[in-house]
């Protein structure tokens, strides 16, 4: 029997200790099971951070093939196409496996060496394929053919409403499987005009889907694999307050050394902070600031810096050898596509490389679905005079605050939580529209009040 989750990894008084593995296990093959047998024409899997979402689809297109099936996969981007048609072939190398694009639009030259997967602007070369993969943009230009009769759809919460409209006559049944912690589907347009309607085409998919069928089955992963047991609590209780999950570790599983002590100064100081307890506050003075803070900026980079210099090691249980901490398994997280420019610019001053192979640095929206050993953010409200709604977005901050698998970093001027009480939510209510609980003014104020425990103040000289 298993028990019901606590989000600070325990059992209920008098219960046994909770089993994650056997946790996950259980919800995965009653996923599969309503996938393969079941009969409403969709099923929704929620996943926090880290939870498995594509081994899971790996596993469920394996399974469909397995019982004689074809299925399509729609992902969205070709960056997760790509991934995803990398993971079936290697998780079944004899899979016949399809990889649809477009002209313009090349798969991952990596996807060579899996001779089993065939690759195609036209669909038809690729019918007779067990699985099709491609973006939903590019399955839109799919047009008379027969259906499928299964598809999974990757990273369903952030596709639009409008894209699965497009796409919905090309199979019969679907597995919707996705976060809906993170951040909501993009729009070029203002979309306030459609607020409220069963069919506003700028919302989820998977929110749509559900406000038309309230009947499907829906189920949820309740382990993240990513997050270590310091961040599992918050992430959980800050963002999924009724979907509450727990770290597939515990205590002292994971643990980020230094071989080079530190040198006393603010950056160093809060890394040893972040070592000890997974989380980390550099505390910056108060200021109204340019998007761009200079002074910030060069915290961050120096953090990056420190970060490398100091030799750091992971270790993360059960393997008991250490791995180094390289750039690569670094990556600062921001708010705007300009903040993360300015940072690659401060750490090519201090001589650190950024990009392919080098720190990752970008924004949530680029930073969502990745995964990394630390992370250090520019916290989204430094240095503003406001508190806007692109800022308050809570997916925004859940991303920033879910990359890492042993400790984040979040340099920030000090004064944001005034800042909040300054600036409470107030965004128009309209009839009809799910709300989105925690709002990003709660979740901000819930990972300040944990950060705080964790600061350091440093004023640069």
């Known amino acids: 029997m298993t028990h019901p989750v606590r989000t600070d990894g325990t059992a209920p008084p008098g219960g046994e200790p909770f089993d994650p593995g056997g946790a996950a296990a259980e919800a995965t093959a009653a996923i599969l099971h309503s996938t393969l047998h079941g009969a409403a024409r969709g099923v929704v899997v929620d996943s926090p951070p880290g939870a498995g979402k594509s081994t899971l689809v790996v596993r469920a297109a394996r399974e469909l093939v397995a019982a004689g099936e074809q299925l399509m996969i729609v992902a969205q981007t070709n960056a997760q196409v790509d991934d995803l048609a990398d993971r079936l072939a290697t998780a079944d190398p004899e899979l016949p496996v399809g990889r649809l694009h477009g002209a313009d639009s090349p798969p991952d030259a990596a996807l060579d060496r899996h001779p089993m997967l065939a690759r195609s602007s036209a669909v038809a070369d690729l019918r007779d394929r067990a699985v099709v993969i491609a973006t939903a943009a590019k399955w839109a230009y799919v047009k008379d053919v027969e259906p499928w009769r299964h598809a999974i759809v990757d990273e369903a919460y952030q596709m639009r409403s409008d894209a699965l409209l497009q796409v919905a006559g090309l199979f019969e049944r679907a597995l919707f499987v996705g976060d809906p912690g993170q951040l909501d589907p ?59 999950f727990r770290s597939g570790t515990g205590p002292g599983d994971r643990r980020l050394v230094f071989g080079v002590p530190g040198d006393g100064e603010g950056p160093d100081r809060v890394l040893d902070e972040a070592a000890e307890s997974g989380w980390g506050l550099l505390e910056l003075p108060a200021r109204h600031t340019p998007r761009t803070d200079p002074e910030a900026v060069r915290a961050v ?157 440093w004023r640069p000289a």
């Open 186 to 244: 993009f729009s070029v347009v203002g979309a306030e005009q459609w607020a409220g309607l069963s069919y506003d085409p700028s919302a989820s998919a998977v929110v749509t889907l559900l406000a038309h069928n309230p009947g499907l089955p829906q189920h949820r992963l309740p382990v993240s694999w990513r997050l270590p047991a310091s961040a599992a609590p918050l992430v959980s209780r800050a963002f999924y307050p009724y979907t509450p």
């Open 301 to 457: 980079a120096l953090v990056v810096r420190r970060l490398l210099d100091r030799g750091g090691v992971t270790y993360s249980a059960p393997d008991p050898d250490p791995a180094p901490l390289t750039a690569d398994r670094i990556a600062v997280g921001t708010a705007h596509r300009d903040q993360a420019a300015a940072v690659r610019g401060a750490l090519a001053a201090l001589g650190v490389a950024s990009g392919v192979g080098g720190v990752a640095v970008d924004t949530a929206n680029r930073l969502q679905g990745r995964e990394f050993d630390v992370t250090v953010v520019l916290h989204p409200l430094s240095g503003r005079p406001d508190a806007t709604a692109f800022h308050l977005e809570t997916g925004r901050l859940c991303v920033l605050a879910s990359r890492h698998r042993h400790a984040c970093i979040v340099v920030c001027r000090a004064g944001v939580a005034s800042l909040l009480d300054e600036h409470p939510s107030s965004e128009p209510v309209q009839l009809g529209v799910t709300v989105k609980f925690p709002d990003g003014w709660e979740a901000n104020h819930a990972v300040l009040a944990h950060l705080a425990e964790h600061r350091t103040v």
